[in-house]
């Protein structure tokens, strides 16, 4: 009966800490780390902001939690990269493919990450040190093997993966731009199946290995 009482406190617990980070992403989002009050978190979560802190007792414990959960999401979706074995042009078609949902489905995690990231990453620097770029190292030798292969062009892998990540995060932190060319209010999905045809089309003429003409003495 302790064990019960003790697995339901925890799971009370992390429900409690998911509803605070879903709205804190947003606060942060909008406001950005120095215009952000654990106040105001607390406020849109329904809670005190002395209840707020006795789970995350800072607005910087906070903040990494949030950039934690983005980041744990991005590289899930970066792992399919790494697969050597697979088609290259399977795999990449994938890959857009993940990161335009993203897009649509998180766009506030991909702004607070973007945020970070343009202003110099002073708090989560460290981290993207240790995590992002050991895995980009290992999907650009991924790249660098189907190019050997003759799997893919020789591209530049590095520049190709930024390409990317430019093109399908901009859907998240340059939405409101894009609304307003179309038009509309927000992006609706139409929009993204369209970016991720175009995309994709881009990205697979860019690693395509042109054939060998056919027929003739091959002169």
């Known amino acids: 009966m302790p064990t019960v009482k003790i697995n339901r406190r925890?799971?009370?617990r992390d429900k409690l800490e998911a509803e605070i980070t879903?709205?804190?992403?947003?606060v942060f989002a909008e406001c950005g780390y120095e215009g952000t009050s654990i106040a105001?978190?607390?406020?849109?979560?329904g809670l005190s902001k002395q209840n707020l802190m006795y789970y995350f007792p800072t607005k910087q414990s906070l903040y990494q939690r949030v950039l934690d959960?983005?980041?744990?999401?991005?590289?899930?979706?970066?792992?399919?990269?790494?697969?050597?074995?697979?088609?290259?042009?399977?795999?990449?078609?994938?890959?857009?493919?993940?990161?335009?949902k993203f897009s649509r489905e998180n766009p506030w995690a991909s702004r607070v990450y973007a945020?970070?990231?343009?202003?110099?990453?002073?708090?989560?620097?460290?981290?993207?040190?240790?995590?992002?770029?050991?895995?980009?190292?290992?999907?650009i030798?991924?790249?660098?093997?189907?190019?050997?292969?003759?799997?893919?062009a020789p591209v530049n892998a590095?520049?190709?993966?930024?390409?990317?990540w430019a093109m399908t995060q901009s859907y998240a932190d340059f939405s409101a731009q894009m609304a307003l060319v179309l038009n509309r209010k927000q992006l609706t999905k139409k929009d993204f199946d369209d970016a991720e045809k175009v995309i994709v089309d881009?990205?697979?003429?860019?690693?395509?290995?042109?054939?060998?003409l056919s027929g003739g003495d091959g002169r």
């Open 158 to 164: 590095t520049h190709l993966l930024f390409a990317i």
């Open 69 to 100: 959960e983005v980041l744990d999401d991005w590289l899930a979706r970066m792992e399919s990269l790494a697969a050597a074995h697979e088609d290259p042009r399977e795999v990449l078609r994938t890959y857009v493919q993940a990161k335009l």
């Open 22 to 26: 879903a709205e804190a992403v947003r």
């Open 10 to 12: 925890l799971l009370n």
């Open 115 to 139: 945020m970070e990231v343009i202003s110099g990453a002073p708090l989560y620097g460290g981290q993207i040190q240790n995590r992002v770029v050991p895995l980009v190292r290992k999907d």
């Open 141 to 152: 030798e991924v790249f660098e093997q189907w190019i050997s292969e003759g799997k893919m």
């Open 202 to 212: 881009m990205v697979l003429a860019a690693i395509s290995v042109p054939q060998p």
């Open 40 to 45: 105001t978190v607390a406020e849109n979560a």
